[in-house]
């Protein structure tokens, strides 16, 4: 006699993850800023053999955005990477820009940010939430800026989504623009992560670690765009389908690429 699991259509087997998920999840602090920096407390070291799920350990995604940044950045401007974490992005934008400024939730990121960026000049980092109100002070030194988001707006809800990009428009003022790059994977949470490698016997140890330290992801498309970058506050000015890239330990279970989605959009200066 065949096992229930065996029995049942090969669609529907991923979904005997769930108890597990729930479980896992349960032990995720519900504060956002509690559990990002517990988060990177834990985390003992970064790049692609590290417990970072996102983290790919080169600039190859970076890369891929180069010719759509050069496009769009004014290169005399300075570069705020919004959710920087352990400031690989940071890094990587440093290369091709006067002035980057990485900021995070987490102390514990930034501390770490600040120790791996040692000797580069033209870099700084800062601990602060970006959803709070006039976190963007200071941040610019007076000046518009460029605003990199990377895998940020997908685990806000919409009124943190909402919050984060008011603070943002007052950062590019004229000048600047907001290049973000994001999850829009086109499935549920257990289609997800099953496409990450998760099954009933065997979830890889990055997201694993994810799903018991953060908040749920979700998505981040146009219509989640539309929604808290209107068309009255912002122009989109392009925008695609892209490619989130993950730890490559996930190739050994899943698959460490992601469907995403990118925008450069620019704020639109309010009248009289």
Sequence with gaps: MSSPSK???A???KYLILPKLISLSRSAPKNRTVAWDRYWAGIASTGAQSEVLWDSGTDHELLGYRDILVRHFDPGLPVVDVGCGHGGFSRALAAFSPQVTGV???DHAVARA?????????ISFVARDMTRPGAS????EGTDANVFIRGVLHVLDAADQAAMMENILRLVGVRGRV???ETNFNGNPVEYVSHLGASRRRIPAPLELAIRKLPMPGRFGP??????MPPDRWTLVEDGPTTIETNPLMDAYGDSRIPG????????????
Excluded: T
Aim: no cysteine; hydrophobic share 45%.
């Design 114 to 122: 600040q120790d791996e960026s040692a000797g580069i000049n033209n």
């Design 137 to 140: 002070a200071g941040l610019a």
């Design 104 to 106: 995070d939730v987490s």
């Design 179 to 181: 290049f973000l790059a």
């Design 261 to 272: 989605y990118f925008a450069v959009l620019r704020g639109k200066v309010p009248g009289p």
């Design 11 to 13: 669609a529907w087997r």
């Design 223 to 228: 219509k989640e765009l539309a929604r808290v």
């Design 7 to 9: 029995s049942m259509p």
